[in-house]
């Protein structure tokens, strides 16, 4: 090794940097701020073929101005390898009357042994073989001779091979050794007119590989450079700028290094052009078994099913050693025969689904966690996006189903129902969602693999509900399960059971006033951003699919109206810590538009904080029976701040009123009765009717909306205050229609005479 002591102030350091090393002045000696390495071939000698132009010429340049003794050999010639040169001669004189040593060898390398003892005879030893030379005999295949192919093959391939394994012993004796191959994008890639090439050029690949590992223990490395330069062989191919601008020199310091005895790699393929260079590495998809079952055979049938999994290239990964490729074939094999016994009893569909930091980042830009596409850093809570505690890690898991479902086993479910086409999916509403967090997940990203499972398919009259559960493992630990009510419209009466033991049920949320209510204005393009979570349902997203279904416009996906809720919820009683939800559980019971406000109502009952939610602009309730049961509750006043902004609208208030009316109701059915009229109250804020109430007191019901039957026979407009003050007495309902506070349509006496039933009602 030789050094260069480099003396002075920083600036020099730093001039030195840049420089070109070989050009560098230096005062060997002087105690300097900084010492560079400069690396060295001293002592080593090397072979060079077809070194007497172009890339093989700056490769012996360079290796010998650094050092090394170099035999460069030259063939001579046209890029057809006909006539003769004596171009080495003239390589060799440049290096001599630069003070390097080094001697022309005229052999064809297809007699790669006279070239080897070339450089025994002159040197009396060989370190680094760079197997350069290279002919073209470009035709069409069509046109192209076996001679044209032979060739080829002898000049690159055997000659690589001839010289290569003449210097093989040696090598090992020696426990030293560097070979450089050359191929070629034509052989990586393909090329038009170069089969004969191609197929030499990636048979070089091939030898490669397998010396690398034949040599690795003799400390013998075995390396290929994809060169693009400017050369005889490329000359009249490449446009004159461009051939200008790739000069072998830009190439050469990167082959240079791969001859080093610093070089760290063995086996790779490296790429290299106008001074920049890369790694080319084979990858292999995750692949499929053939079939789904063990005992099932191999068919035509089965292999075009599993087709698009085989050639899905999204989680492919590199192999290092042909042992791993075996590896994983066990593995994958074993895997699919303890799934197939797991799954002897209930046909469970199986599939991967791999995450990262940028899943994370759309699922948190979809669900609203992120306040603003343009934010990059996630205002609520910080660290969803980023942490092993972030919900958004732990929600999207959910999208890992949902993937899924909007291709294979949506289909076969789709069939279950008796859903004929996939067109129909407008009809298949995202009906109930359970979540259960069995353990964190790690970190940003990883890879989930799901079992996926009808559990029941009810009969609900007019429309089937599907239960499928999914279990969701990581590194093949459980790490979430997750139920699914798929709601599909029109496809009941099929005469199938209308309830399921195995479905977790909702919870109705007490009868009192909420304890706590956030609201959040979801934002118009809410459903086109959720959906690049990975639920491409077109009823979120195709104006025509949607009204065909019998919607205003497209609606939004259940799981991100349930992403605010949750949030909300996290936000009150959570401390903002995802990793405190222990389970979720939903029901979606109205469409929620993009673009509406949602409003989240909670009630603190020990760790299970009930919930519901409502859009501000029709009072509708869009989840209902809902809950999030947490490892523990975290009070949080400061929450709201970070999170959507607290409920401003009064009209929420009225819900804890209907409440208790709605006790009243139960505990006095003859006074319920005695009245015996369907009122509607219309709730409204700023003269806008955000809510509506029914009194059923023929029916006994008190519940959100329009009545479910019929007219009201009295409709009753007003604030939610003004309600209050109504029933609490301070409001008398005469007077309050005379001063126009009140306004009635329908019977007043009637509308009076629930006096007594609000007032015992009013105590909030
Ligand atoms: C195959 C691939 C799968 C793909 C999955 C979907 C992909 C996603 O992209 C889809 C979505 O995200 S859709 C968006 C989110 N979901 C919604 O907007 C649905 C909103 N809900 C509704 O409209 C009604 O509740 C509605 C229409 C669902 C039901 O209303 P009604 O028909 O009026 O029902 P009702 O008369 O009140 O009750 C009938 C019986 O059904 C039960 N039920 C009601 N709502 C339910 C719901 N949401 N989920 C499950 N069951 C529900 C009732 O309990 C009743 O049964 P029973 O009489 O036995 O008690």
Redesign the pocket.
């Given at each position: 090794m030789h050094t260069i002591k480099a003396s002075g102030s920083s600036s020099l350091y730093f001039k030195y940097g840049c420089a070109s090393i070989t050009t560098v002045n230096f005062t060997p000696g002087l105690a300097g701020i900084a010492t560079m390495e400069q690396l060295r071939f001293d002592g080593r000698v090397a072979v060079v073929t077809g070194a007497g132009g172009g890339l093989g010429k700056a490769y012996a340049l360079l290796l010998a101005s650094r050092g090394a003794k170099v035999v460069v050999n030259d063939l001579g010639g046209g890029r057809d390898g006909s006539g003769k040169s004596t171009f080495a001669d003239a390589v060799v004189q440049e290096i001599k009357s630069k003070g390097g040593e080094a001697v022309a060898d005229y052999n064809s390398v297809v007699d790669g042994e006279k070239i080897i003892k070339t450089a025994i005879d002159n040197f009396g030893r060989i370190d680094i073989i760079i197997n350069n030379a290279g002919i073209l005999r470009d035709k069409s295949f069509t046109k192209m001779s076996e001679q044209d192919w032979d060739l080829i093959q002898a000049v690159h391939l055997k000659g690589a091979f001839k010289t290569t394994h003449a210097a093989w012993e040696i090598f090992r004796k020696q426990k030293y050794g560097r070979v450089i191959m050359t191929s070629s994008n034509a052989g990586l890639f393909g090329n038009f007119g170069q089969a004969n090439y191609s197929a030499a050029k990636m048979g070089l690949v091939g030898l490669a590989n397998t010396l690398a590992i034949e040599g690795a223990k003799y400390n013998i490395k075995v390396n290929t450079i994809v060169p693009t330069a400017a050369s005889r062989l490329t000359e009249d191919i490449l446009p004159p700028e461009m051939f200008q601008a790739m000069k072998p020199d830009l190439i050469a310091p990167v082959v240079a290094y791969m001859a080093h005895e610093s070089f760290p790699d063995n086996g790779s393929v490296i790429d290299s052009t106008l001074g920049f260079a890369n790694k080319t590495h084979l990858v292999r998809s995750q692949g499929a078994v053939l079939k789904k079952k063990p005992a099932d055979l191999v068919t035509i049938e089965s292999v075009k099913e599993a087709w698009p999994q085989v050639v899905n290239m999204n989680n492919a990964t590199h192999k290092e050693k042909l042992a791993e490729v075996t590896v994983e074939l066990v593995e994958k094999l074993q895997e699919f025969e303890e799934r197939s016994k797991l799954d002897s009893a209930n046909e469970a569909y199986w599939s991967t689904y791999n995450y990262n930091a940028k899943d994370l980042a759309l699922y948190a830009l979809g669900s609203r966690m992120i306040a603003d596409e343009s934010e990059s850093v996630p205002v609520v809570p910080s660290r969803c996006v980023g942490g092993t505690e972030g919900f958004s890690g732990k929600y999207s898991s959910c999208q890992i189903f949902w993937r899924y479902?909007t291709s294979r086993e949506?289909l076969r479910?789709?069939q279950c129902l008796g859903v004929a086409e996939h067109s129909n999916?407008a009809y298949?509403?995202?009906?109930?969602q359970y979540i259960e967090f069995v353990s964190d997940f790690p970190g940003t990203e990883g890879e989930f693999t799901i079992r996926n499972y009808v559990v029941d398919i009810l009969d609900?009259?007019s429309?089937a509900?599907a239960i499928v559960n999914s279990e969701i493992f990581q590194n093949k630990s459980l790490v979430l399960r997750t139920q699914q009510?798929?709601?599909v419209?029109g496809q009941g009466g099929f005469g199938g059971p209308?309830?399921s033991n195995k479905a977790v049920n909702v919870a109705a949320a007490p009868k009192r006033a909420p304890d706590a209510v956030v609201e959040q204005k979801t934002s118009e393009d809410q459903a086109a951003l959720y959906r690049l979570s990975g639920?491409l349902?077109p009823?979120?997203i195709d104006p025509n699919v949607a009204t065909a279904a019998g919607h205003l416009k497209p609606?939004?996906?259940?799981?991100a109206s349930l992403g605010f809720s949750v949030r909300h919820v996290l936000a009150k009683y959570g401390g903002n810590d995802s990793s405190l939800v222990k389970a979720v559980k939903a029901?979606?019971?109205?469409?929620?538009l993009p673009g509406q406000t949602l409003v989240t109502e909670m009630w603190v009952e020990d760790t299970r904080v009930h919930f519901q939610t409502k859009t501000k602009e029709t009072g509708n309730v869009v989840i209902s029976g809902a809950f999030v049961d947490l490892k523990k509750v975290v009070k949080s006043d400061t929450a709201a701040s970070a999170a959507p902004s607290q409920q401003s609208s009064s009209a929420l208030k009225s819900d804890g009123l209907f409440a208790k009316i709605d006790e009243q109701v139960k505990a006095n059915p003859s006074l319920a009765k005695s009245i015996g009229a369907v009122f509607l109250y219309n709730i409204t804020e700023n003269g806008k009717t955000v809510k509506q109430w029914t009194l059923d007191l023929k029916a006994g019901l008190v519940h959100e909306g329009a009545p479910k039957s019929g007219k009201p026979d009295t409709t009753m407009t007003l604030s939610d205050e003004d309600l209050i003050a109504l029933a609490s007495g301070t409001l008398n309902p005469q007077t309050a229609f005379l001063k126009g506070k009140l306004k009635i349509a329908g019977n007043l006496m009637l509308a009076q005479k629930l006096g007594p039933l609000l007032k015992s009602g009013s105590k909030l």
């Open positions: 479902l949506s479910i789709t999916i298949i509403l995202h009906g109930e609900k009259g429309s509900v009510h798929i709601f419209l209308r309830n639920d349902n009823l979120h609606i939004l996906h259940g799981l029901r979606f019971a109205k469409p929620v």
